[in-house]
């Protein structure tokens, strides 16, 4: 009985550690008496918990802010630059690189482009991009608390890779890969999930509870949320939305299926469609995202055309969706969201014909403000996290 009391006061003393924290980190500067007020504990717990903070340096003391009659209050302020946090979207032909501080501000980043590398190959592009980043990584006190990876697949809760049919990959274990190397926390998501959180935190969906992200990239991932927090499923398989069958009988895709979303509107997808209208690059260079868009700059109607195709595939699977959850907003993410410009009219005329007319009211669509750096945001968001849950009072703090 008695070690039941003990634990359950270890874990109400933690959350309320915690709440404190995170009203500090979104209210400073602030007292502690607002602290209390905000909160709804008692001044002596505030003020216990703001010590054991203080000592482990994840906040500090400013000057006295304005008085309200009587003493002028302490405030206090989060420390961000505590730790720091390592966020890298892994693409099918990219890896985009962040470095944080612990509020999300990208302090150094970093991109490497590659074609059809085996697994082992991309794995020594991950250990050379952890490093550069850990390089430049200015003094702090706990130096970097984690490392995110969000990859293009499914993910089970335990951070394990089943399935990343664009890049080849069934069960692979990376997140043991890359804590063994760096003895560091390491979480592994479906990119889709962490650029929906990083839209969600940072971005554009701020304002917003019920979100539906689209990242648009050589495949199509979905990432869900609901009642402000990120739904991943029974199993953490939610999302998968880039392989609904748009297309009975239609094209095989490498997932298995046919017909799937993201043959018809994908990148991979608008270059295949571009290439049999017959535009060309320049000097026998493949055809790319930035040739067409920079021919749509340009006026080339055939390019524009090809972005109107793909905007309204998109409408035809986004519509799907808004008539299954309802949401208050739709965000086109990753790298197609450069193209919004000849997008966004026939995703939109796509809509209007068919997504019933209830479903529209109030449905915000907008395309990323993040653009291709929502997924490494979103992971490393998720490790600043994690820091915040572990005991510090164990770290090696000096």
């Not at 690059?281 to 868009?293: G, K, P, R, T």
């Amino acid at each position: 009985m008695k070690k039941t009391r003990t634990w359950n006061q270890h874990v109400v003393k933690k959350e309320n550690k915690a709440l404190v924290l995170n009203t500090i980190r979104s209210r400073s500067p602030i007292s502690r008496a607002d602290i209390a007020s905000m909160t709804g504990l008692n001044k002596g717990t505030v003020s216990s918990l703001v010590s054991e903070l203080l000592g482990e340096q994840l906040i500090y003391e400013s000057g006295p802010g304005e008085s309200n009659g009587g003493r002028r209050p302490v405030m206090l302020l989060f420390n961000q630059h505590a730790g720091f946090s390592i966020g890298i979207d892994l693409g099918v032909n990219y890896l985009l690189g962040v470095l944080t501080d612990l509020e999300g501000n990208i302090c150094h980043e970093k991109i490497v482009k590659f074609k059809d590398l085996s697994y082992e190959e991309i794995e020594l592009k991950l250990f050379e991009m952890v490093d550069y980043l850990m390089k430049h990584t200015p003094e702090s006190v706990y130096g970097i608390v984690g490392i995110g990876i969000g990859v293009p697949g499914t993910v089970s809760k335990s951070g394990e890779i089943l399935l990343a049919p664009n890049l080849g990959w069934k069960n692979v274990d990376l997140k043991n890969v890359m804590e063994e190397k760096y003895k560091l926390p390491v979480i592994i998501e479906n990119e889709a999930n962490a650029g929906a959180y990083g839209e969600k935190q940072f971005g554009v969906g701020k304002d917003f509870n019920h979100i539906i992200y689209v990242s648009v990239g050589i495949g199509i991932g979905v990432g869900l949320i609901l009642n402000g927090s990120l739904y991943k499923g029974h199993h953490g398989f939610s999302g998968e939305l880039g392989h609904m069958t748009i297309e009975t009988g239609g094209t095989k895709c490498r997932c298995g299926n046919e017909g799937c979303w993201e043959l018809y509107a994908s990148e991979q997808a608008l270059v295949k469609n571009a290439e049999k209208s017959g535009i060309t690059a320049i000097q026998n260079d493949e055809i790319s995202l930035e040739w067409l868009i920079s021919l749509a700059e340009d006026g080339d109607v055939e390019a524009i055309n090809q972005f109107k195709q793909i905007g309204d595939y998109l409408g035809v699977g986004i519509n799907n969706i808004i008539n299954t959850f309802n949401p208050e907003q739709i965000i086109i993410g990753n790298r197609m969201a450069f193209a919004e410009e000849w997008l966004t009219e026939p995703l939109k005329n796509r809509m209007t014909k068919q997504t019933l007319w209830f479903q529209q009211q109030d449905l915000q669509i907008n395309f990323s403000e993040l653009s291709t750096h929502s997924s490494a945001l979103g992971v490393a968001a998720f490790s600043v996290e994690n820091f915040f849950l572990l005991d510090k009072e164990k770290s090696n703090v000096m």
